[in-house]
């Protein structure tokens, strides 16, 4: 099982870091991603960070967004910044590979 934490509601232009902690299991050197779901739409992709640390970007958010790996404290990050009102969603960690994912955390971006 995964954690999700870090959401919030914040205005148009603002940052956020979103962590993911595992619950009985390390991250390395699986794949982690962040996903994200908006309502009425479906799930999808935000980044990825492979057991390489290669890292993949949905377009949307390339440029904006980061991902990272803390190994010593065994956590994921998705750092967002510049965020916009269509980056509203929950936003879920999910390990690559398996069928572990998150309980998802809301992150808001209104003024």
């Known amino acids: 099982q995964l954690a999700e934490s870090g959401g919030a509601l914040l205005p148009p232009g603002g940052s956020l870091r979103l962590s993911c902690a595992p619950s009985?299991?390390?991250?390395?050197?699986?794949?982690l991603g962040w996903y994200r779901q908006a309502p009425g739409k479906q799930r999808e992709v935000v980044a990825r960070?492979?057991?390489?640390?290669?890292?993949k970007y949905a377009d949307s958010v390339q440029g904006r967004f980061t991902i990272s790996r803390d190994n010593a404290k065994n956590l994921v990050y998705l750092q967002m910044n510049n965020l916009k009102p269509e980056d509203t969603a929950v936003y879920y960690c999910?390990?690559?590979?398996?069928?572990?994912w998150g309980q998802g955390t809301q992150v808001t971006v209104s003024s």
């Open positions: 960070i492979f057991p390489d640390d290669n890292t």
């Open positions: 009985g299991t390390t991250f390395a050197p699986l794949g």
């Open positions: 999910h390990q690559l590979g398996t069928l572990a």
